[in-house]
């Protein structure tokens, strides 16, 4: 099975940026969606971003405007630039596919603070 490794995440002040990388282990072609999705203490794990192998892209509201999530199957990657980062946005971070047939076992994940 391919493996998913998630990295980039840290502690940034609000209105910062970060950029998360996830690296798969093989291919990830016969994942038409690839997601990038969050979970915060307490709460259900959430998509927040997807992409398709036509590079459309779909957001959650919360995000939209400020997040963009790109890959690049040649390299077996998905990345999350993120911009404008709110508190809110202070979650683990995982990437995946989108659908639950397609699902590829969850990495650990990369934490996201943001604060002050």
């Known amino acids: 099975q391919v493996q998913l490794v998630e990295s980039g995440g840290g502690l940034v002040q609000p209105g910062g940026s970060l950029r998360l990388s996830c690296a798969a282990s093989?291919?990830?072609?016969?994942?038409?969606?690839m997601g990038w999705y969050r979970q915060a203490p307490g709460k259900e794990r959430e998509l927040v971003a997807s992409v398709t192998n036509f590079g459309n892209t779909n957001y959650a509201d919360s995000v939209k405007g400020r997040f963009a999530i790109s890959r690049d199957n040649s390299k077996n990657t998905v990345t999350l630039q993120m911009n404008s980062l709110k508190p809110e946005d202070t979650a683990v971070y995982y990437c995946n596919a989108v659908g639950r047939g397609d699902f590829l076992a969850w990495g650990q994940g990369t934490q996201v603070t943001v604060s002050s």
């Open positions: 093989g291919s990830i072609f016969s994942r038409d969606i």
